[in-house]
């Protein structure tokens, strides 16, 4: 049997498209967060993703990765130039 043929049976249930691995890995990250802040109100009655100083050190964290992966991506971009020379 082809796929089109059991899509023209009666009662064959359509085929459903899957996902985008993004959604799923949206989806985690969400879960993740919401088990963090439960747990940050257990533990010590205050949130975890809403506190001004937590915040600022992941944006700070972010930001360092973010510019060791700028340099890191320009150091490769020159050395695929450069590939044919010769280093000392």
């Known amino acids: 049997m082809t796929d089109s043929s059991v899509a023209a049976m009666p009662g064959a249930r359509p085929k ?3 996902w985008p691995a993004e959604l799923n890995a949206l989806i985690g990250l969400i879960v993740i ?3 963090f802040e ?3 109100w257990i533990v010590v ?3 975890f993703l809403m506190n001004k100083l937590r915040l600022s050190i992941m944006i700070t964290q972010v930001a360092v990765v973010g510019i060791l992966a700028v340099g890191v991506r320009a150091g490769l ?3 695929a130039d450069r590939s ?4 000392p």
């Open 16 to 18: 459903r498209k899957a």
């Open 33 to 35: 967060m919401i088990l």
């Open 38 to 40: 439960i747990i940050g």
């Open 45 to 47: 009655d205050q949130s």
């Open 77 to 79: 971009i020159c050395q």
């Open 84 to 87: 044919s020379a010769q280093l």
